[in-house]
């Protein structure tokens, strides 16, 4: 909502982020989206059940966020030798051979902001139901804003078929369980940023606090 200088308030527009067209701030229907007249890109998509795809797809996150850090992804062995590697492997590895700002940024990006994500976004669909964490929900979602574009799985996942491409000549290359875990939960991390929708969450809250006012009127 915009203001004037006499402070009345004047109609919320936004900007097609396609042409700049200015349009009236409007939502689209559940299910549906809404469409610029002009060059036909999409201003917004509400997606039906939103919140309870975002919960449930964020605690499965969680869930396998465990066997993922916990279980090999990779078995390397040569001649007599053998060695496993973890989610944790790599960043520890990194940091006792110096390289201490490179191993802090795949933790931050390989498992940091992935846990962030999840956990954010579980807060954030369950703790919008109540009215005393409003505040927090807020700053949650504007932490999510900011976060989301740093957690790297797809980049992680690339390193690891680079290595199972380039080592398996040197020697054996074994899967192991903790790189299926891994998969899902980036495939999971994928449809948790398709299926999570800001505007759902405001417009929860307005509900409720419309509810809450009638319910004051009426009392």
Request: contains cysteine; charged residues 15%.
């Amino acid at each position: 909502m915009e203001y004037g200088r006499d402070k009345s308030p004047t109609r919320w527009r936004r900007a097609c982020h396609e042409c700049d067209l200015l349009l009236t701030g409007r939502l689209a229907p559940p299910g549906q989206k809404l469409l610029c007249p002009r060059c036909n890109a999409t201003l917004h998509r509400n997606a039906q059940n939103s919140i309870r795809y975002t919960a449930a797809l964020s605690l499965t996150g969680l869930v396998l966020f465990i066997p993922t850090a916990m279980l090999p992804l990779l078995h390397f062995s040569i001649f007599a030798f053998g060695a496993e590697n973890t989610l944790l492997n790599g960043v520890m590895s990194l940091f006792a051979a110096g390289y201490i700002w490179l191993s802090t940024l795949v933790l931050f990006c390989s498992v940091l902001a992935p846990l962030g994500k999840f956990l954010l976004l579980a807060f954030i669909c369950w703790g919008s139901a109540w009215a005393f964490l409003d505040r927090s929900v807020a700053a949650a979602v504007r932490w999510y804003q900011h976060l989301k574009e740093w957690g790297m799985l797809d980049v992680y996942m690339l390193g690891i078929l680079v290595a199972l491409i380039k080592m398996s000549d040197l020697g054996k290359m074994e899967v192991g369980p903790g790189l299926y875990c891994f998969v899902a939960m980036m495939l999971v991390a994928n449809l948790t940023t398709l299926s999570f929708d800001p505007q759902a969450v405001w417009d929860r809250m307005a509900r409720r606090r419309q509810r809450a006012a009638g319910v004051g009127e009426l009392s």
